[in-house]
């Protein structure tokens, strides 16, 4: 069975910093690209950050740029998003994803990710 299980999130006042992880099993996680969405009451799931199979390759959206950053680990099958200078915007519930076909590369869509994990909630209060 393919799975994503995420877990870090949490409450936390702006300015705080957390580091959210996706955990994979049963998934050919090695030649997979991994993003992070994330969606807030009302809106629609956004990206937020990729990685490409290798880790070679990093994508961040315009809003968290400077600080968010991804990594991942394929020996351990995971990835973590660390999050810093947290903002009230930043709220919403956290999603990674996975893309089975990359071949590299690292989509900024959610059309392109095939298995997701059920996803962790962050609160960033003011």
């Known amino acids: 069975q393919v799975q994503l299980v995420e877990s870090g999130g949490g409450l936390v006042q702006a300015g705080d910093s957390l580091r959210l992880s996706c955990a994979a099993s049963?998934?050919?996680?090695?030649?997979?690209?991994v993003g992070w969405f994330r969606q807030a009451p009302g809106k629609e799931r956004e990206f937020v950050a990729g990685?490409?199979?290798?880790?070679?390759?990093?994508y961040y959206a315009e809003s968290v740029k400077g600080r968010f950053a991804i990594s991942r680990d394929n020996a351990k099958k995971t990835v973590h998003l660390e999050m810093n200078s947290l903002k009230p915007d930043d709220t919403g519930a956290y999603y990674c994803?996975?893309?089975?076909?990359?071949?590299?590369?690292?989509?900024?869509?959610?059309?392109?990710?095939?298995?997701w994990g059920q996803g962790t909630q962050v609160t960033v209060s003011s």
């Open positions: 994803a996975a893309d089975r076909s990359s071949f590299g590369r690292v989509g900024l869509t959610t059309d392109v990710y095939d298995v």
């Open positions: 049963g998934l050919s996680f090695i030649t997979s690209a």
């Open positions: 990685i490409s199979w290798n880790g070679a390759s990093e």
